[in-house]
Protein backbone atom coordinates (compact mmCIF):
# COMPACT_ATOMS: atom_id res chain seq x y z
CA UNK A 1 0.00 0.00 0.00
CA UNK A 2 1.31 3.54 -0.95
CA UNK A 3 2.06 6.03 2.49
CA UNK A 4 -0.49 8.39 2.58
CA UNK A 5 -0.69 10.94 4.93
CA UNK A 6 -2.71 9.94 8.17
CA UNK A 7 -4.96 12.77 8.76
CA UNK A 8 -8.51 12.42 6.82
CA UNK A 9 -8.69 9.11 4.90
CA UNK A 10 -10.92 6.96 3.79
CA UNK A 11 -10.94 3.46 3.42
CA UNK A 12 -12.51 2.02 0.41
CA UNK A 13 -13.60 -2.16 1.02
CA UNK A 14 -13.41 -3.52 -2.33
CA UNK A 15 -14.36 -7.08 -0.21
CA UNK A 16 -17.55 -5.44 0.84
CA UNK A 17 -18.40 -4.43 -2.85
CA UNK A 18 -17.92 -7.64 -3.85
CA UNK A 19 -19.91 -9.15 -1.96
CA UNK A 20 -22.89 -6.40 -2.19
CA UNK A 21 -22.40 -7.56 -5.92
CA UNK A 22 -23.06 -11.03 -4.99
CA UNK A 23 -26.19 -10.32 -3.17
CA UNK A 24 -27.23 -8.08 -5.62
CA UNK A 25 -26.88 -10.55 -8.51
CA UNK A 26 -29.21 -12.80 -6.10
CA UNK A 27 -32.09 -10.29 -5.74
CA UNK A 28 -32.19 -10.19 -10.02
CA UNK A 29 -33.52 -13.16 -12.41
CA UNK A 30 -31.04 -14.60 -14.21
CA UNK A 31 -32.70 -12.26 -17.32
CA UNK A 32 -31.32 -9.45 -15.73
CA UNK A 33 -27.79 -8.21 -15.59
CA UNK A 34 -26.49 -5.42 -13.57
CA UNK A 35 -25.47 -1.84 -14.79
CA UNK A 36 -23.10 -1.02 -12.27
CA UNK A 37 -23.88 3.08 -11.87
CA UNK A 38 -20.69 4.48 -10.79
CA UNK A 39 -21.17 8.02 -11.85
CA UNK A 40 -19.61 11.27 -9.63
CA UNK A 41 -16.51 9.13 -9.16
CA UNK A 42 -18.17 5.70 -7.99
CA UNK A 43 -20.25 7.80 -5.54
CA UNK A 44 -17.36 8.87 -4.13
CA UNK A 45 -15.84 5.77 -4.07
CA UNK A 46 -13.25 5.96 -6.75
CA UNK A 47 -13.41 5.29 -10.19
CA UNK A 48 -10.89 3.62 -11.15
CA UNK A 49 -10.15 0.75 -8.66
CA UNK A 50 -13.77 0.37 -7.93
CA UNK A 51 -14.40 -0.16 -12.29
CA UNK A 52 -11.85 -2.32 -12.15
CA UNK A 53 -12.73 -4.52 -9.33
CA UNK A 54 -16.71 -4.86 -10.84
CA UNK A 55 -15.82 -5.28 -14.20
CA UNK A 56 -12.72 -7.59 -13.30
CA UNK A 57 -13.32 -9.46 -10.27
CA UNK A 58 -17.07 -9.56 -10.25
CA UNK A 59 -17.51 -9.89 -13.92
CA UNK A 60 -19.81 -6.86 -14.35
CA UNK A 61 -20.41 -5.67 -18.29
CA UNK A 62 -22.36 -2.85 -18.24
CA UNK A 63 -21.50 0.70 -16.06
CA UNK A 64 -23.59 3.97 -16.26
CA UNK A 65 -22.28 7.21 -15.75
CA UNK A 66 -23.49 11.07 -16.16
CA UNK A 67 -21.14 12.14 -18.63
CA UNK A 68 -18.20 11.74 -21.06
CA UNK A 69 -15.38 12.66 -18.94
CA UNK A 70 -16.86 9.90 -16.58
CA UNK A 71 -17.32 7.85 -19.88
CA UNK A 72 -14.04 7.69 -21.34
CA UNK A 73 -12.24 7.21 -17.81
CA UNK A 74 -14.18 4.25 -17.40
CA UNK A 75 -13.21 3.35 -20.74
CA UNK A 76 -9.21 3.21 -20.00
CA UNK A 77 -9.77 0.85 -17.15
CA UNK A 78 -12.34 -1.25 -18.79
CA UNK A 79 -12.15 -1.99 -22.87
CA UNK A 80 -15.28 -4.15 -23.17
CA UNK A 81 -17.21 -2.94 -21.09
CA UNK A 82 -20.30 -1.32 -22.36
CA UNK A 83 -20.92 2.41 -21.01
CA UNK A 84 -24.19 4.35 -20.96
CA UNK A 85 -24.10 8.03 -20.55
CA UNK A 86 -27.27 8.92 -18.50
CA UNK A 87 -27.07 12.80 -19.03
CA UNK A 88 -26.36 15.35 -21.84
CA UNK A 89 -23.32 15.16 -24.15
CA UNK A 90 -23.08 18.12 -26.32
CA UNK A 91 -23.24 17.82 -29.59
CA UNK A 92 -20.41 18.57 -30.74
CA UNK A 93 -19.06 15.69 -28.87
CA UNK A 94 -20.86 13.38 -30.81
CA UNK A 95 -17.52 12.20 -32.47
CA UNK A 96 -15.76 11.25 -29.14
CA UNK A 97 -19.26 9.12 -28.30
CA UNK A 98 -18.70 6.82 -31.00
CA UNK A 99 -14.73 6.68 -31.12
CA UNK A 100 -14.60 5.21 -27.48
CA UNK A 101 -18.33 2.96 -28.07
CA UNK A 102 -20.37 4.81 -25.07
CA UNK A 103 -23.99 4.15 -25.71
CA UNK A 104 -25.48 7.86 -25.06
CA UNK A 105 -29.13 8.11 -23.57
CA UNK A 106 -31.10 10.10 -26.19
CA UNK A 107 -34.31 12.39 -24.71
CA UNK A 108 -35.63 13.82 -27.48
CA UNK A 109 -35.97 13.40 -31.46
CA UNK A 110 -34.73 16.66 -31.50
CA UNK A 111 -31.22 15.70 -29.65
CA UNK A 112 -31.33 12.46 -31.37
CA UNK A 113 -30.89 14.41 -34.71
CA UNK A 114 -28.33 17.22 -33.35
CA UNK A 115 -25.93 14.44 -32.53
CA UNK A 116 -25.86 12.48 -35.43
CA UNK A 117 -25.67 15.33 -37.28
CA UNK A 118 -21.95 15.54 -36.58
CA UNK A 119 -21.16 11.90 -37.40
CA UNK A 120 -20.50 9.28 -40.14
CA UNK A 121 -20.53 6.09 -38.25
CA UNK A 122 -23.40 4.67 -36.05
CA UNK A 123 -23.65 6.24 -32.51
CA UNK A 124 -25.06 3.89 -30.15
CA UNK A 125 -27.82 4.96 -28.10
CA UNK A 126 -30.86 3.81 -25.67
CA UNK A 127 -33.33 5.95 -25.54
CA UNK A 128 -34.92 7.56 -22.34
CA UNK A 129 -38.35 7.83 -21.68
CA UNK A 130 -39.83 10.55 -19.27
CA UNK A 131 -42.73 8.35 -17.55
CA UNK A 132 -43.21 10.35 -14.27
CA UNK A 133 -39.59 11.46 -12.99
CA UNK A 134 -40.03 14.86 -14.92
CA UNK A 135 -36.71 15.38 -15.41
CA UNK A 136 -35.40 14.15 -19.24
CA UNK A 137 -37.03 12.39 -21.92
CA UNK A 138 -39.82 11.06 -24.08
CA UNK A 139 -43.17 12.60 -22.85
CA UNK A 140 -46.25 11.23 -24.13
CA UNK A 141 -49.60 10.56 -22.91
CA UNK A 142 -49.63 6.85 -24.38
CA UNK A 143 -47.18 3.82 -24.89
CA UNK A 144 -48.81 4.00 -28.33
CA UNK A 145 -48.16 7.39 -29.04
CA UNK A 146 -44.27 6.79 -27.23
CA UNK A 147 -43.27 4.27 -29.58
CA UNK A 148 -44.16 5.93 -32.50
CA UNK A 149 -41.90 8.44 -31.66
CA UNK A 150 -39.59 5.80 -31.07
CA UNK A 151 -40.39 3.75 -34.75
CA UNK A 152 -39.45 7.55 -36.41
CA UNK A 153 -36.30 7.54 -34.84
CA UNK A 154 -35.54 4.47 -35.61
CA UNK A 155 -35.39 5.93 -38.99
CA UNK A 156 -32.33 8.28 -38.08
CA UNK A 157 -29.70 7.86 -40.46
CA UNK A 158 -26.71 6.96 -37.95
CA UNK A 159 -28.38 6.91 -34.86
CA UNK A 160 -27.98 3.54 -33.94
CA UNK A 161 -31.36 2.21 -31.44
CA UNK A 162 -30.17 -0.61 -28.67
CA UNK A 163 -32.47 0.07 -25.84
CA UNK A 164 -35.59 2.43 -24.01
CA UNK A 165 -35.03 3.08 -20.52
CA UNK A 166 -37.13 5.37 -17.51
CA UNK A 167 -36.15 6.33 -14.52
CA UNK A 168 -38.24 6.03 -10.96
CA UNK A 169 -39.46 8.58 -8.47
CA UNK A 170 -40.76 7.15 -5.93
CA UNK A 171 -39.27 3.22 -6.08
CA UNK A 172 -37.77 3.79 -2.32
CA UNK A 173 -41.50 4.43 -0.72
CA UNK A 174 -43.59 2.27 0.22
CA UNK A 175 -46.89 4.55 0.52
CA UNK A 176 -49.62 2.67 -1.35
CA UNK A 177 -49.93 6.29 -3.45
CA UNK A 178 -46.39 6.02 -4.30
CA UNK A 179 -45.92 2.63 -5.53
CA UNK A 180 -49.47 2.85 -7.53
CA UNK A 181 -47.15 5.98 -9.08
CA UNK A 182 -44.18 3.57 -9.38
CA UNK A 183 -46.91 0.68 -11.20
CA UNK A 184 -47.57 3.20 -13.54
CA UNK A 185 -44.10 4.45 -14.85
CA UNK A 186 -43.61 0.67 -14.76
CA UNK A 187 -46.47 -0.58 -16.97
CA UNK A 188 -45.57 2.37 -19.34
CA UNK A 189 -42.37 1.54 -20.05
CA UNK A 190 -43.20 -2.06 -20.60
CA UNK A 191 -46.15 -1.01 -22.55
CA UNK A 192 -44.27 0.84 -25.38
CA UNK A 193 -41.52 -1.58 -24.71
CA UNK A 194 -44.20 -4.51 -26.35
CA UNK A 195 -45.83 -2.38 -28.85
CA UNK A 196 -42.83 -1.95 -30.69
CA UNK A 197 -42.20 -5.75 -29.96
CA UNK A 198 -45.42 -6.15 -31.43
CA UNK A 199 -44.59 -4.17 -34.74
CA UNK A 200 -41.45 -6.53 -35.37
CA UNK A 201 -39.37 -4.24 -33.08
CA UNK A 202 -37.18 -5.89 -30.84
CA UNK A 203 -34.70 -4.01 -29.04
CA UNK A 204 -32.10 -5.90 -26.43
CA UNK A 205 -32.67 -3.68 -23.60
CA UNK A 206 -35.89 -2.17 -21.71
CA UNK A 207 -34.54 -1.31 -18.08
CA UNK A 208 -36.38 0.79 -15.59
CA UNK A 209 -34.93 -0.87 -12.07
CA UNK A 210 -32.41 1.38 -9.92
CA UNK A 211 -31.53 0.24 -6.31
CA UNK A 212 -34.99 1.13 -4.68
CA UNK A 213 -36.89 -0.94 -7.68
CA UNK A 214 -33.95 -4.16 -7.32
CA UNK A 215 -34.70 -4.57 -3.80
CA UNK A 216 -38.14 -3.87 -3.63
CA UNK A 217 -39.68 -4.31 -6.48
CA UNK A 218 -37.86 -6.62 -8.69
CA UNK A 219 -39.06 -7.57 -12.10
CA UNK A 220 -37.20 -9.56 -14.85
CA UNK A 221 -38.58 -7.77 -17.59
CA UNK A 222 -35.97 -5.07 -16.79
CA UNK A 223 -32.56 -6.57 -18.50
CA UNK A 224 -30.84 -4.54 -16.57
CA UNK A 225 -30.50 -3.40 -12.93
CA UNK A 226 -29.07 0.30 -12.79
CA UNK A 227 -27.82 -0.21 -9.32
CA UNK A 228 -26.04 2.74 -7.82
CA UNK A 229 -26.39 3.17 -3.88
CA UNK A 230 -26.96 -0.39 -2.87
CA UNK A 231 -23.86 -1.34 -4.43
CA UNK A 232 -22.33 0.88 -2.13
CA UNK A 233 -24.13 -0.58 0.63
CA UNK A 234 -26.46 2.42 1.82
CA UNK A 235 -30.03 2.90 1.69
CA UNK A 236 -31.94 4.19 -1.63
CA UNK A 237 -34.22 5.64 1.63
CA UNK A 238 -33.31 5.42 5.25
CA UNK A 239 -36.76 4.44 6.43
CA UNK A 240 -37.28 1.45 4.57
CA UNK A 241 -34.46 -1.90 5.12
CA UNK A 242 -32.04 -3.39 2.62
CA UNK A 243 -31.83 -6.51 2.02
CA UNK A 244 -29.80 -8.09 4.79
CA UNK A 245 -25.87 -8.69 4.06
CA UNK A 246 -25.22 -5.54 2.03
CA UNK A 247 -23.10 -3.45 4.11
CA UNK A 248 -21.44 0.28 3.52
CA UNK A 249 -17.90 -0.08 1.49
CA UNK A 250 -17.11 3.48 2.44
CA UNK A 251 -15.09 4.45 5.99
CA UNK A 252 -13.83 7.94 6.60
CA UNK A 253 -11.46 8.29 9.66
CA UNK A 254 -9.12 10.56 11.19
CA UNK A 255 -7.23 11.43 14.05
CA UNK A 256 -7.04 13.60 17.56
CA UNK A 257 -4.51 17.01 17.30
CA UNK A 258 -4.85 18.26 20.43
CA UNK A 259 -6.32 16.97 23.97
CA UNK A 260 -7.14 19.58 26.97
CA UNK A 261 -9.14 20.37 29.97
CA UNK A 262 -11.55 23.28 29.68
CA UNK A 263 -12.43 25.43 32.61
CA UNK A 264 -16.54 25.66 33.14
CA UNK A 265 -17.01 29.24 31.06
CA UNK A 266 -14.30 28.33 28.29
CA UNK A 267 -15.59 28.36 24.78
CA UNK A 268 -14.96 26.15 21.80
CA UNK A 269 -15.13 27.10 17.85
CA UNK A 270 -16.22 30.03 16.10
CA UNK A 271 -18.93 31.82 17.09
CA UNK A 272 -18.90 30.79 20.54
CA UNK A 273 -22.17 28.69 19.80
CA UNK A 274 -20.56 26.06 22.55
CA UNK A 275 -19.31 27.41 25.92
CA UNK A 276 -18.43 24.77 28.90
CA UNK A 277 -20.85 24.66 31.74
CA UNK A 278 -18.38 22.41 33.70
CA UNK A 279 -15.33 20.81 33.38
CA UNK A 280 -14.27 18.49 30.23
CA UNK A 281 -11.86 17.22 28.33
CA UNK A 282 -11.95 18.24 24.47
CA UNK A 283 -10.20 16.37 21.90
CA UNK A 284 -9.18 18.62 18.05
CA UNK A 285 -10.55 16.12 15.12
CA UNK A 286 -8.37 16.10 11.95
CA UNK A 287 -11.17 16.64 9.43
CA UNK A 288 -13.50 19.88 8.72
CA UNK A 289 -16.13 20.55 5.83
CA UNK A 290 -13.23 21.11 3.57
CA UNK A 291 -13.09 17.34 4.01
CA UNK A 292 -16.70 16.90 3.34
CA UNK A 293 -17.73 16.76 6.94
CA UNK A 294 -20.44 19.01 6.62
CA UNK A 295 -20.77 21.96 8.83
CA UNK A 296 -24.36 21.09 9.30
CA UNK A 297 -22.97 18.88 11.97
CA UNK A 298 -21.89 21.51 14.29
CA UNK A 299 -23.11 20.44 17.86
CA UNK A 300 -24.80 17.65 16.33
CA UNK A 301 -22.51 14.79 15.18
CA UNK A 302 -21.07 12.02 17.22
CA UNK A 303 -17.65 10.53 16.34
CA UNK A 304 -16.29 7.30 17.41
CA UNK A 305 -13.17 7.04 19.22
CA UNK A 306 -11.69 3.79 21.05
CA UNK A 307 -16.00 2.97 19.74
CA UNK A 308 -17.17 4.94 22.02
CA UNK A 309 -19.55 7.97 21.01
CA UNK A 310 -18.26 11.71 21.30
CA UNK A 311 -20.31 14.66 20.53
CA UNK A 312 -19.07 17.79 18.38
CA UNK A 313 -18.91 20.37 20.31
CA UNK A 314 -19.27 23.81 18.38
CA UNK A 315 -19.01 24.45 14.55
CA UNK A 316 -17.29 22.33 12.27
CA UNK A 317 -14.59 24.47 11.00
CA UNK A 318 -13.00 24.16 7.33
CA UNK A 319 -10.09 21.67 8.22
CA UNK A 320 -10.64 20.62 12.41
CA UNK A 321 -13.62 20.03 14.69
CA UNK A 322 -13.66 19.50 18.41
CA UNK A 323 -15.05 16.68 20.49
CA UNK A 324 -16.12 16.32 23.66
CA UNK A 325 -13.46 13.05 24.86
CA UNK A 326 -14.35 13.63 28.99
CA UNK A 327 -15.09 10.07 29.61
CA UNK A 328 -12.52 8.29 27.21
CA UNK A 329 -8.92 8.23 27.32
CA UNK A 330 -7.71 9.50 24.45
CA UNK A 331 -4.27 10.88 23.30
CA UNK A 332 -2.49 12.94 20.24
CA UNK A 333 -2.53 10.48 17.46
CA UNK A 334 -5.33 8.61 18.40
CA UNK A 335 -7.34 7.11 14.96
CA UNK A 336 -11.17 8.34 15.13
CA UNK A 337 -14.07 6.70 13.03
CA UNK A 338 -16.46 9.24 11.04
CA UNK A 339 -18.34 7.18 9.17
CA UNK A 340 -17.60 3.35 9.94
CA UNK A 341 -17.36 0.39 12.48
CA UNK A 342 -15.54 1.01 15.72
CA UNK A 343 -15.70 -1.93 18.26
CA UNK A 344 -19.39 -2.63 18.80
CA UNK A 345 -20.60 0.68 17.52
CA UNK A 346 -21.36 1.88 13.65
CA UNK A 347 -21.74 5.20 12.33
CA UNK A 348 -23.39 5.26 8.98
CA UNK A 349 -23.30 7.73 5.90
CA UNK A 350 -27.00 7.00 6.40
CA UNK A 351 -27.22 8.32 9.52
CA UNK A 352 -25.15 11.48 9.39
CA UNK A 353 -27.27 11.84 6.38
CA UNK A 354 -30.89 12.11 8.51
CA UNK A 355 -28.90 14.15 11.34
CA UNK A 356 -28.62 17.53 8.85
CA UNK A 357 -31.69 16.51 6.44
CA UNK A 358 -29.81 14.83 3.67
CA UNK A 359 -29.32 11.29 2.06
CA UNK A 360 -26.47 9.09 2.42
CA UNK A 361 -25.90 9.57 -1.36
CA UNK A 362 -24.55 12.90 -1.00
CA UNK A 363 -22.74 12.66 1.99
CA UNK A 364 -20.68 10.06 0.29
CA UNK A 365 -20.51 11.74 -2.99
CA UNK A 366 -19.17 15.01 -0.98
CA UNK A 367 -16.06 13.69 0.85
CA UNK A 368 -13.87 15.50 -0.80
CA UNK A 369 -10.64 14.85 -2.93
CA UNK A 370 -8.43 16.54 0.03
CA UNK A 371 -9.58 12.60 1.17
CA UNK A 372 -7.39 9.97 0.08
CA UNK A 373 -9.21 6.57 -0.62
CA UNK A 374 -7.50 3.88 0.63
CA UNK A 375 -8.36 0.18 -0.69
CA UNK A 376 -8.61 -2.75 1.66
CA UNK A 377 -10.04 -5.96 0.80
C1 LIG B 1 -28.23 7.76 -10.48
C2 LIG B 1 -29.15 6.94 -11.32
C3 LIG B 1 -29.39 5.59 -11.03
C4 LIG B 1 -28.89 4.92 -9.78
O1 LIG B 1 -29.71 5.28 -8.69
P1 LIG B 1 -29.55 4.56 -7.27
O2 LIG B 1 -30.69 5.06 -6.48
O3 LIG B 1 -28.23 5.00 -6.73
O4 LIG B 1 -29.58 3.11 -7.55
C5 LIG B 1 -30.14 4.85 -11.93
N1 LIG B 1 -30.65 5.42 -13.04
C6 LIG B 1 -30.47 6.72 -13.33
C7 LIG B 1 -31.08 7.29 -14.56
C8 LIG B 1 -29.73 7.53 -12.48
O5 LIG B 1 -29.56 8.83 -12.76
Known amino acids: MKPYLKRAWAEVSLGKLKNNVGIIKSLNSPDTKIMAVVKADAYGHGEEPICRCLAEECGIEYFAVSNLDEAITVRRFCPDA ?36 NISEPLRCHIKIDTGMGRIGLKHDTPEACAEEIKNMLEINNLFVEGIYTHFAVADSDTPDNVAYTDR ?11 LKNHGINLPHVHFMNSAATCYRNNPKSTLSRAGIILYGLHPDISLDIPEGLEPVMSVKAVVSHVKTVDKGDCISYGRTFIADHEMKIATVTVGYADGYSRLLSSKGEILVHGKRCKIVGRVCMDQLMIDVSEIEVKSGDIVTLIGKDGDDCITADELASLYGTIGYEVVCGISKRVPRIYID
Do not use: W
Not at 187 to 194: A, G, L, V
Open 82 to 117: EILILGYTPPEYAHEIVQYNIIQGIVSTEYAEMLVR
Open 185 to 195: QEKFICDTYDI
